[in-house]
């Protein structure tokens, strides 16, 4: 059974910074695409920042490059989304999710998704 576990998520001032961490079991997480994607409140879920089974790291919101970096530790089966100088405008629910079939982008019909973890972002 494939489990991802999201933590790191919580309240912080605007211009500071966040790790969320991702914690997969069930996979061999070397062989998978990985994502992060978000659901601000009253919106529909985006994609953030994907790494495909290409090893290519696709942003899909434009705001969030240069401060959100997405990085995995396959040993640990672990990735994460480190992100910096935030903004309220990513307050969100923030979800982590798995493919081993996605090759590159960020793709919503990921077959495993983790139940997701709030971050805001307010003074």
């Known amino acids: 059974q494939v489990q991802l576990v999201e933590s790191g998520g919580g309240l912080v001032q605007p211009g500071g910074s966040l790790t969320l961490s991702c914690e997969v079991s069930?996979?061999?997480?070397?062989?998978?695409?990985i994502a992060w994607f978000r659901r601000a409140p009253g919106k529909e879920r985006k994609g953030v920042v994907c790494?495909?089974?290409?090893?290519?790291?696709?942003y899909d919101i434009d705001s969030v490059k240069g401060r959100f970096t997405i990085s995995r530790d396959n040993a640990k089966s672990v990735f994460y989304l480190q992100m910096t100088n935030l903004i309220p405008d990513d307050t969100a629910v923030y979800y982590c999710?798995?493919?081993?079939?996605?090759?590159?982008?960020?793709?919503?019909?990921?077959?495993?998704w983790g139940a997701g973890t709030l971050v805001t972002v307010s003074a």
């Open positions: 790494i495909g089974t290409n090893g290519r790291t696709t």
């Open positions: 069930g996979i061999t997480l070397e062989d998978y695409a």
């Open positions: 999710a798995v493919d081993r079939g996605v090759v590159g982008g960020c793709y919503h019909g990921m077959d495993h």
